[in-house]
């Protein structure tokens, strides 16, 4: 049985293009065409990242070329030339142990499709993108249904009746449920393995 990618780590690109805070505009523009990205973390020191410049950054130049109006921010940026004058900081990051649902949340939340991945101290370790964590619903029934069984099923004693069923990630749990009040329980226990998409319930009570 393959893992279950519980935590940021395990399916983040580790091999990441970054920038120095002193990285000129021109060569932001080329990473991001070349890397095909739309956003890269700008670091300092040991590899700290201390921002994120993104395309919508670099479009301030473009949509503010030939006016004064607009918010000032967005007139600071049009006339930046280096990436510590663009980027957005501080930085929207995530911890590599942190699980993938956090990181969805994160991304959800403030409206980003891509997150740098940080240790402790905030050294650069990777980069999490919406479709890395989509990697999750790629996981076999077979293994889904071994996580199911051993990690909700298992350690509840009144759930020994319960038979699991795996298809296209719908879970589907039937048979006998000895204490009926542990059915929304272990329907949201189950919910939680990496890869369901959905659960059904078929059980019985006794």
């Not at 990473?31 to 990242?49: C, I, N, T, Y």
């Not at 993108?129 to 051993?150: C, G, N, Q, T």
């Amino acid at each position: 049985m393959s893992e279950s990618p519980h935590t940021v780590s395990d399916v983040m690109t580790q091999t990441v293009v970054a920038v120095g805070s002193e990285a000129p505009f021109k060569e932001v523009v080329e990473l991001l065409d070349q890397w095909k990205v739309s956003a890269l973390p700008v670091l300092a020191g040991e590899g700290r990242v201390i921002g994120v410049v993104s395309e919508a950054d670099l479009l301030a130049k473009e949509e503010f070329r030939d006016t004064d109006e607009g918010a000032s921010e967005h007139r600071v940026k049009a006339g930046a030339i280096t990436a510590g004058e663009l980027m957005s900081s501080p930085a929207v990051t995530v911890h590599a142990d942190a699980p993938v649902s956090e990181a969805a949340r994160i991304m959800a939340r403030r409206h980003v499709k891509r997150l740098p991945v940080v240790d402790g101290v905030g050294v650069l370790q990777g980069v999490v993108s919406r479709a890395d964590l989509l990697k999750v619903f790629l996981r076999p029934d077979a293994d889904i249904a071994e996580d199911v069984r051993r990690e909700v099923l298992e350690p509840v004693e009144a759930a020994a009746a319960v038979t699991v069923a795996v298809d296209e990630g719908v879970v589907t749990l039937g048979g006998t449920l000895a204490d009926r009040l542990l059915v929304p329980v272990i329907a949201r226990a189950a919910r939680a393995v990496e890869g369901v998409v959905d659960v059904r319930l078929e059980l019985a009570g006794r």
